[in-house]
């Protein structure tokens, strides 16, 4: 059973920078696409970034607009870690940030939908304020 583990969370001031970090439980992360999501109180669970399989897609990553040039995904398959660079951070950024993983053969581009996700972290909390 997979399993995630997410890092990193904390309060940050307007502007400022965060790293948050998902690691996975599995021998071969590479297997896998992964996804950052962000849930605020009162709305819907929202995708920030995923990234798919280096190995059969290229690592490619797909923003929403919100976060795009701001937030930065990677994913170090050797440590079995993946990365979220969140610079620019707003106060609309608040929220649980939570890591997914799916089977990277489903999709040659990873998507931004949870219930594309089989696996989650249990989140982490990012407070942007000043």
């Known amino acids: 059973q997979l399993q995630l583990v997410e890092s990193g969370g904390g309060l940050v001031q307007p502007g400022g920078p965060l790293r948050l970090s998902c690691a996975a439980s599995?021998?071969?992360?590479?297997?896998?696409?992964i996804g950052w999501f962000r849930q605020a109180p009162g709305k819907e669970r929202e995708g920030v970034s995923c990234?798919?399989?280096?190995?059969?897609?290229?690592?490619?990553?797909v923003y929403p607009d919100s976060v795009k040039g701001r937030f930065t995904i990677s994913r170090d398959n050797a440590k079995n870690t993946v990365y979220l660079e969140m610079n620019s951070l707003k106060p609309d950024d608040t929220a649980v940030y939570y890591c997914?993983?799916?089977?990277?053969?489903?999709?040659?581009?990873?998507?931004?939908?949870?219930?594309?996700?089989?696996?989650w972290g249990q989140g982490t909390q990012v407070t942007v304020s000043s």
């Open positions: 997914a993983a799916t089977d990277a053969r489903l999709f040659r581009l990873c998507v931004l939908l949870p219930g594309a996700y089989d696996y």
């Open positions: 599995v021998f071969t992360l590479d297997y896998y696409a």
């Open positions: 990234i798919s399989s280096s190995s059969s897609s290229g690592g490619r990553t």
